[in-house]
């Protein structure tokens, strides 16, 4: 279990970022707005959001408190909201949002939930792993929604989403 933990907690991620480069690659001209803005999300989420929220607010991290077993090293910073979760969380909702805005499909909805799930088991195993408090991942989900949909409707705003390509 602790091995499983580790994984979704440490690695995982570099699935999601690993699907981004594929979408990138397999076609550059349909797929950079939808890169660019789900990675603008993650960034926006997780630098400055979070950012913000942690200069005010101090919450220390499980194993700065009590006594568990820890199973990543981590230093104690603020642990709300977690950082991994509004990043994450960010890129898979902008994911679906595009997908259900600009192209609907089966592929898109599967890829989305996929994205999500991913990004729900790593904030799972973060907890499990003692670095975070659930109540960091629920915050951070929220962040990463709301960053979502504020960098979704700028690209819809400023760029006609995938409806005006853009390069030529």
């Not at 690695?11 to 397999?26: P, T, V």
């Not at 790593?122 to 951070?140: E, K, T």
Request: charged share 10%; hydrophobic share 50%.
């Amino acid at each position: 279990m602790d091995t499983l933990g580790i994984f979704f907690a440490k690695y995982s991620e570099y699935l999601i970022i690993i699907f981004l480069l594929i979408l990138l690659c397999k076609s550059f001209k349909k797929n950079w707005l939808l890169v660019s803005g789900a990675l603008v999300s993650g960034i926006f989420a997780r630098f400055v959001i979070t950012g913000i929220i942690r200069f005010f607010f101090y919450s220390p991290r499980p194993f700065v408190l009590s006594s568990i077993n820890l199973l990543l090293e981590h230093s104690p910073t603020s642990s709300f909201p977690s950082g991994h979760a509004s990043f994450y969380f960010a890129i898979s909702f902008f994911i679906l949002l595009w997908f259900k805005k600009n192209r609907p499909s089966k592929t898109g909805s599967y890829s989305s939930a996929l994205l999500i799930l991913l990004s729900f088991l790593i904030g799972l195993a973060r907890v499990f792993c003692g670095v975070h408090w659930p109540s960091d991942i629920l915050a951070g989900i929220g962040v990463g929604i709301f960053s979502a949909i504020f960098v979704f409707y700028l690209c819809e705003k400023f760029f006609g989403g995938a409806s005006k390509p853009l390069l030529q």
